[in-house]
């Protein structure tokens, strides 16, 4: 059974006709149907739509078939720390999860047009608009953060936007050299550079050119699961 086969399965397990589903998700008239009986694939925009609509469907379950149908999971809200409380918070989003693998991806994700396709998504009442998050590596960020943390972010596409101070996601390519972590950003005294700044005491700051950042998200919020087995 496949991904459009279980949301099938969901949509008759709550009394909802193809027609009135292809409306709702902003289908156009007889796709479902049509999609469903050639046995296509779902795209990733068309999905995010999909579990918009019923957040209560488990994406897990409707991409692999793990797990059960309907999304029973909720999150601490005493593991959460968000930064930029002014933010505006919305009530629930569902807010993809990400794996990291390549350069190549990160450039894709933390841009205007991404199509990667998330591993997970996360649901977690009154945060900022968030555009996607990941699982953090290092030790830079210590105490706050730490390997294996989830940040949530969102993309900045003008790095005239930067607002310094804040805690940022980046990408930077320096003649060849490439990095990825997360820092405080700051103003340089070295005009057109940027001061990269860790928590941890024992990381000194490092300074780049701003155009070497091809890749630059603002953190939200972060989360730890303290897992007890």
């Known amino acids: ?63 692999t078939g793990n797990g059960d149908m309907l999304n029973m999971e909720s999150l601490s809200e005493d593991n959460i720390v968000t930064y930029g409380e002014k933010d505006k918070k919305r009530e629930i989003q569902n807010i993809p999860l990400y794996s990291i693998t390549a350069s190549a991806s990160i450039l894709e994700l933390f841009s205007d047009h991404n199509r990667t396709i998330p591993i997970d998504y996360i649901r977690i009442p009154n945060l900022p608009k968030c555009d996607g998050a990941i699982y953090i590596t290092g030790d830079s960020m210590y105490p706050l953060l730490k390997s294996g943390d989830m940040v949530f972010y969102k993309n900045i596409l003008n790095k005239d936007n930067i607002i310094w101070g804040e805690m940022y996601v980046l990408y930077i390519d320096n003649d060849g050299d490439e990095y990825f972590f997360t820092k405080y950003l700051q103003k340089s005294e070295r005009p057109g550079y940027v001061k990269c700044v860790s928590q941890n005491q024992h990381h000194q700051p490092v300074e780049f050119p701003i155009g070497s950042i091809k890749a630059l998200a603002i953190v939200k919020a972060s989360l730890r699961v303290n897992s007890q087995i």
């Open 1 to 63: 059974m496949g991904t459009l086969e279980r949301i099938k399965q969901f949509i008759d397990s709550k009394g909802i006709t193809n027609q009135k589903f292809e409306k709702e998700v902003g289908f156009s008239n007889g796709a479902f149907s049509s999609q469903l009986k050639n046995n296509r694939t779902i795209g990733v925009d068309k999905l995010e739509n999909i579990l918009k609509k019923y957040p209560e469907l488990n994406p897990i379950w409707a991409l």
